[in-house]
């Protein structure tokens, strides 16, 4: 689940494997170029780590920090 901590909305998931992660964030990325709103994340392995900050509100959580928190939440469905 997502934790808002220093202006971020965070969540780590955890998949079976890297193919696993790796489809997820091509995914994720999709939605977000529809969106113009970016994720700031990693992924080492079978993980994804995603932090969620608006840039241009200068590293603030906005509305469409939560709105990609909420597309991401339906894409792991
Ligand atoms: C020009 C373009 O609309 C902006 O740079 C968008 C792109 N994606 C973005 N993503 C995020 N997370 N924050 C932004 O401020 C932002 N701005």
Do not use: C, Q
Not at 14 to 22: M, Y
Not at 37 to 61: D, F
């Amino acid at each position: 689940m997502w934790k808002e901590e220093n202006n971020k909305l965070l969540r780590e998931i955890t998949f079976k494997n890297f193919v696993e992660a790796f489809g997820f964030m091509t995914k994720v990325a999709i939605e977000a170029e529809k969106m113009d709103h970016h994720p700031n994340w990693s992924n080492v392995y079978n993980k994804v780590t995603i932090e969620l900050t608006t840039h241009s509100a200068g590293n603030t959580v906005t509305e469409k920090d939560r709105k990609l928190a909420s597309v991401i939440d339906a894409l792991l469905k």
